[in-house]
């Protein structure tokens, strides 16, 4: 059988859609072939025709496949659409993050209100109830399940504290692991992550990148406890830290038993036809506290952020931090929970790297 499913691991959906998607990315279905209908490919994998028809409907959402009326499903998926960040000198592609923190979101006004106004019909006073400290069961949830569909990210909600943007969370990080420590920080990076620690009282490390992250001889001279990273695409210089630097980052905090801060922001929107792996899902040993946001995804005035910390810190939060209250209303946390359980966050992002491919082809 070419597809396998295993009947105790992720969603079949999930599997047969990963597999048909490295099958695509790797060559070996090209551009324009066909693939098997519906009905012959449930045959063969034993699976329910509606779960292949949602595969596929993943696939096609993302740009690998087309659908074409009474014909099937046909790969569209071509190499030269998907430009890695890494590598592009393209000033298009450079405008696309001419700033970090960019007013214009394409989010859809309509489904927002749409869903405040569900929110509000089915929740009605229990919005105005104070959220618990680490943020709502639903949002936290709803998380969790959108990370492993879309990262492969095993989550525990009681790992996930919600609050107010990433900036509130950097705080929050500084007095977790203490303001005694150094910070390592890339350099240049994004600087209200320094003025946030130095208001802290942290002292800051700055360590030069190179071309696919920063530099070996930087990581090794510094005397840093703490390294905050943005692997995905740092800002200013939106350069991309390889599979190969992230594993070394990795290395570096096992070595002296230091912490990585991984802020993500902006992967979501990635063009790259394989979203890198995170550090976070890389070290399975707890060296790695994740942050994201929903500003760049939604909107700049959705002020909702999250940070996933590691089994081996969460006591240690519960008892010096977490008599701290929930910076997020609980309305804005039932929407944002319920456009990522009903789909429609995810359709949202599909939209925009679909566009933002066309924006790239020659």
């Not at 597809?3 to 490295?22: F, T």
């Not at 329910?48 to 959402?61: C, F, G, K, N, R």
């Not at 966050?345 to 679909?354: A, D």
């Amino acid at each position: 059988m070419r597809y396998v499913i295993d009947k105790e691991g992720k969603p079949a959906y999930i599997q047969l859609y990963l597999q048909l998607r490295k099958e695509i990315t790797e060559g070996i279905l090209k551009k324009g072939d066909k693939l098997p209908s519906k009905r012959i490919l449930a045959e063969e994998t034993g699976l329910s025709v509606i779960t292949v028809e949602h595969a596929y409907a993943i696939l096609s959402d993302e740009g690998y496949i087309e659908s074409r009326l009474r014909s099937g499903y046909y790969v569209i998926y071509r190499q030269k659409d998907f430009v890695s960040v890494l590598t592009t000198e393209n000033e298009e592609q450079n405008s696309i993050h001419s700033n970090r923190h960019s007013t214009k979101t394409d989010f859809p006004f309509s489904v927002l209100a749409k869903t405040m106004r569900k929110v509000l019909s089915e929740y009605g006073e229990d919005i105005l109830l104070k959220s618990p400290n680490h943020g709502t069961k639903e949002l936290r949830e709803a998380i969790c399940q959108y990370l492993a569909r879309s990262n492969s990210m095993s989550v525990r909600p009681e790992q996930l504290i919600i609050g107010s943007g990433a900036e509130y969370l950097y705080s929050l990080i500084v007095q977790l692991l203490g303001n005694n420590r150094v910070f390592a920080l890339e350099c240049p990076s994004y600087d209200k992550i320094q003025k946030v620690y130095r208001s802290m009282g942290v002292k800051c490390d700055m360590l030069k990148l190179s071309s696919n992250g920063i530099r070996s001889e930087e990581l090794k001279k510094t005397k840093a406890s703490v390294l905050h990273i943005t692997p995905f695409n740092s800002f200013p210089s939106h350069i991309t830290a390889d599979i190969s630097k992230r594993n070394e980052y990795i290395c570096w905090a096992r070595e002296r038993n230091a912490y990585i801060v991984e802020d993500n922001y902006d992967s979501e929107l990635s063009i790259l036809s394989k979203p890198e792996d995170t550090v976070f899902s890389l070290d399975p040993e707890g060296h790695v506290i994740y942050l994201n946001t929903f500003s760049k995804t939604v909107a700049p005035s959705i002020r909702i952020g999250y940070m996933i910390l590691p089994m081996s810190l969460l006591e240690h939060y519960r008892k010096n931090l977490g008599f701290y209250s929930c910076t997020v209303p609980v309305f804005e946390q039932y929407v944002l929970a319920e456009l990522i359980r009903n789909g429609d966050y995810e359709r949202h992002i599909n939209r925009v790297r679909r566009q933002k491919r066309k924006n790239l082809v020659i």
